[in-house]
Nanobody, 125 residues
Framework: QVQLVESGGGLVQAGDSLRLSCAVS????????MGWFRQAPGKEREFVAA????????YYSDSVKGRFTISRDFTKNTVNLQMNSLKPEDTAGYYC??????????????????WGQGTQVTVSS
């Protein structure tokens, strides 16, 4: 079993930056892929970014590529999402997730078996 706990959300203005963190605990495997998703009210859960825990390879959605950076910290057992140049359309609940498929380009939330409780990000214009 894997436990994921997100932190770092908040209210910011357009153009600002925010850093989300996901604390990973419990049983871990080198084949984990860690992902970030987001969900706005009335919309489906949307893939944001993913990283291979073992190789550090990353994959991003087109909507955040160049603005967001996903990383992992072995010493703290965290996965982080650095969000720059935030836009009002980035407003959503952000969720950390993990899958054991061993591939980084996994964008369907249905393929992730472990989820955190989410953290809210609100970007005002």
């Amino acid at each position: 079993q894997v436990q994921l706990v997100e932190s770092g959300g908040g209210l910011v203005q357009a153009g600002d930056s925010l850093r989300l963190s996901c604390a990973v605990s419990g049983r871990t495997f080198s084949t984990y892929t860690m992902g970030w998703f987001r969900q706005a009210p009335g919309k489906e859960r949307e893939f944001v970014a993913a990283i291979s825990w073992s190789t550090g390879n990353t994959y991003y959605s087109d909507s955040v590529k160049g603005r967001f950076t996903i990383s992992r910290d072995f010493t703290k057992n965290t996965v982080n999402l650095q969000m720059n140049s935030l836009k009002p359309e980035d407003t959503a609940g952000y969720y950390c997730a993990a899958n054991l498929l061993g591939r980084v380009a996994v964008t369907s939330h249905l393929d992730y078996g472990y989820w955190g409780q989410g953290t809210q990000v609100t970007v005002s214009s």
